[in-house]
């Protein structure tokens, strides 16, 4: 049987995440998300890792390894000096990622390796970011959490507390979605019993592509477009009458609301203070639903996880050179996740192809 680009094709049994895209749940290890943007970034890792959640020792445990862990060896240091200045910052993962390899990644993959992995890469996006940015690179701050120090790093400040929650509420959201096509890739390198390192790194090539690592600037540009809430209408209409997509909305596999995007605007809304680009997002959501209902009706459209990322990234003011490599720095997990368990119960991918070339030819 062919399937185009594997579709409906069930690829492995898993206990790490199930989508259900009619109901809108996403469930992690059990939980439905909803029930888990309160995790920290270690915390929700450990979930994902470990199957269960951690218990406060646990918590603390996890929280002290992955800042134990952030330091680049002098060894990745050199290979991030030596590439040239326009290579992107995903390319740049990939290389310094792959420069892994030693000993203590040996098969079979571990969660100390998977630690190992997520603690070293905000340190390589934020040494890279500053690299370009002429500033100097900073040392990790080990007192702080593994998201603040990622703010830290980039910014050189400690970020107050509505920028890390915010941004680490997207990161628990969005460490791990199922049988996307960068956890596809991981679980492929790893079936041939290769090591964790190779399998991320093929998952973050797998990830640069746009059209996975499918940044929020889209809905940026969408709102900046619109910039006041009297504009929704008249430039929404304009696109939809267009056939344009409009930003943020729909989803391949959500068919109602994507319980990621529900999730995050909670969030915001609970940390909105003085925000009014967030009356502008949510004016743009009610409008652009309706003008949807009108225009593309029975389409069951309404916002992705996308569109309240992107709220997120621009209440703290990230670059967008760093939205694909940030979604990337929580992404890990969720691939160390697959990793691990691929390993557990290891068959190798060797799928078939359908020959449709030409036969019988003869010189
Ligand atoms: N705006 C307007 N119309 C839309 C939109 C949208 N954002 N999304 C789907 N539609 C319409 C299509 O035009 C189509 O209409 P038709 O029946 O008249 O032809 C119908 O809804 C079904 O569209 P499909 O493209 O078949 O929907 P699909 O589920 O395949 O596409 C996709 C999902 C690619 C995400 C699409 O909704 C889209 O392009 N959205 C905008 C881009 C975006 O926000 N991407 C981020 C997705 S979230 C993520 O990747 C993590």
Do not use: C
């Not at 290979?79 to 326009?86: F, G, K, T």
């Not at 746009?210 to 209409?237: F, K």
């Not at 009356?279 to 639903?289: G, S, Y």
């Amino acid at each position: 049987m062919f399937s185009e680009g594997l579709k409906g094709i069930v690829a492995a049994q898993t206990s790490i995440s199930h989508i259900d895209g009619s109901e809108g749940i996403l469930i992690y290890r059990g939980y439905e998300i909803g029930e888990l943007s309160h995790l920290s970034f270690e915390e929700a890792s450990f979930l994902l890792w470990y199957g269960y959640l951690p218990t406060e020792e646990d918590a603390v445990e996890i929280k002290k390894k992955l800042s134990t862990y952030r330091d680049l060896t002098p060894a990745m240091k050199d290979i991030l000096h030596s590439l040239p200045e326009e290579m992107d910052i995903m390319s740049v993962l990939r290389t310094v990622i792959s420069s892994l390899g030693g000993s203590e990644y040996k098969w079979k993959p571990t969660i100390e390796q998977s630690l190992r992995l997520t603690a070293v890469t905000p340190t390589i996006i934020a040494d890279r970011f500053n690299m370009l940015m002429g500033r100097p690179l900073l040392e990790a701050d080990t007192e702080l959490s593994h998201v603040e120090n990622y703010l830290f790093m980039l910014t050189g400040k400690s970020p107050s507390k509505a920028v890390a929650d915010a941004l680490e509420t997207y990161m628990v959201l969005t460490m791990e979605h199922g049988m996307n096509a960068s956890a596809f890739s991981a679980r492929v390198t790893a079936s041939t019993e290769s090591d964790l390192v190779s399998a991320i790194t093929s998952a973050i090539g797998t990830m640069k592509g746009p059209l996975h690592g499918g940044a929020p600037s889209g809905v940026i540009d969408l709102m900046n477009e619109i910039g006041v809430a009297e504009r929704a209408e008249t430039i929404i209409r304009e696109k939809l009458v267009k056939g344009e997509k409009l930003m943020g909305f729909g989803h391949r596999v959500y068919k109602t609301h994507d319980p990621r995007a529900l999730a995050l605007r909670k969030k915001l809304l609970e940390n909105k203070g003085g925000d009014s680009s967030l009356d502008l997002a949510l004016f743009v959501e009610k409008k652009a639903i309706e003008l949807l209902d009108e225009l593309k009706p029975g389409r069951s459209l309404y916002t992705n996880v996308e569109f309240y990322a992107a709220a997120i990234m621009k209440s703290i003011n990230l670059p967008t050179d760093l939205f694909t490599p940030t979604f990337t720095a929580a992404r890990i997990v969720g691939w160390s996740a697959h990793v691990l368990e691929q390993a557990e119960n290891n068959t190798i991918f060797r799928p078939q192809s359908e020959y449709i070339g030409k036969r019988n030819l003869s010189v």
